[in-house]
Nanobody
Framework: QVRLVESGGGLVQAGGSLRLSCADS????????MGWYRQAPGKQREMVAGITGGKDTNYAESVKGRFTISRDNSRNTVFLQMNSLKPEDTAVYFC?????????WGQGTQVTVSS
């Protein structure tokens, strides 16, 4: 059974950095896609960054040049390095992993950027 566990969120000042991690602690599935989404209060969940098994990446325009997604396939882990954080990056960040036709979500980790 897939169980995605995120870590690394917290409170940081504008301009600072955080590194999020998401690991699958419950299975040995191979995920053909892993990604990060976020949801701010009163807003819809949006894609932040994604990475395929072959490590092709895509990013939301709002985070290009500031965020970097990477993954360790041997450990079924995905990372999100977030630099030059802005108050508008404040949200709950969710990990997503797709295996075949199944989409799995983590419980989310709060990221708060103070001005």
């Amino acid at each position: 059974q897939v169980r995605l566990v995120e870590s690394g969120g917290g409170l940081v000042q504008a301009g600072g950095s955080l590194r999020l991690s998401c690991a699958d602690s419950g299975s040995f599935f191979s995920f053909n896609y892993m990604g990060w989404y976020r949801q701010a209060p009163g807003k819809q969940r949006e894609m932040v960054a994604g990475i395929t098994g072959g490590k092709d990446t895509n990013y939301a325009e709002s985070v290009k040049g500031r965020f970097t997604i990477s993954r360790d396939n041997s450990r079924n882990t995905v990372f999100l390095q977030m630099n030059s954080l802005k108050p508008e990056d404040t949200a709950v960040y969710f990990c997503n992993a797709i295996s075949g036709s199944l989409s799995h979500w983590g419980q989310g980790t709060q990221v708060t950027v103070s001005s």
